[in-house]
């Protein structure tokens, strides 16, 4: 299937996604550095939006979620797997620091399904809890994107 199939078929939903606001990354830097030693990285995707969703949960903002889903840069023929997060009806990509582009330059498409695997509110600091999330997450992604013959291009850390 494609990505037009599953839109089609009420399975994702094309999102807009921007830059999180500096508060966000600078909190999500000192989360992943008090889990595994150094901020927000390169090929991460999940647990820096995992992160994310930790820190800003410890300050009191409990409408943090990660959302499973696609990016697309319309020059690519396939998607990638992807993770990011959002606040409300507001998304952001936190691992975009780590690259040479902007969020807003590439489609977003949100699971319309909600992860099993989402982190409880209180995340912990264990480097194996998020690595078990991180797992887990990326394998739901990956088991929708098999049962509907998704074609992707590979992952987008």
Not at 18 to 40: C, L, M, T
Not at 47 to 55: E, K, M, P, Q, T
Not at 73 to 87: G, M, Q, R, S, Y
Not at 95 to 118: F, G, K, R
């Amino acid at each position: 299937m494609t990505i037009d199939e599953l839109l089609k078929k009420g399975l994702l939903k094309e999102v807009k996604v921007q830059r999180p606001p500096d508060g966000v990354i600078e909190a999500g830097n000192q989360k992943s550095e008090a889990v595994i030693g150094h901020g927000i990285i390169k090929g991460k995707c999940h647990f820096n939006s995992i992160c994310v969703i930790g820190a800003m949960r410890e300050k009191g903002e409990n409408d943090w979620d990660i959302v499973p889903g696609f990016a697309f840069n319309p020059k690519d023929k396939k998607p990638l797997l992807h993770v990011w997060v959002k606040k409300e009806s507001r998304h952001y990509d936190p691992s975009w620091i780590c690259y040479n582009w902007n969020p807003e330059d590439l489609d977003y498409y949100q699971m319309i399904q909600p992860l099993e695997a989402n982190p409880s509110e209180s995340i912990g600091d264990t480097r194996q809890r998020y690595l078990e999330w991180e797992r887990a997450i990326h394998a739901e992604i990956m088991a929708f994107a098999s049962h509907w013959d998704l074609k992707l291009l590979g992952y987008l850390p």
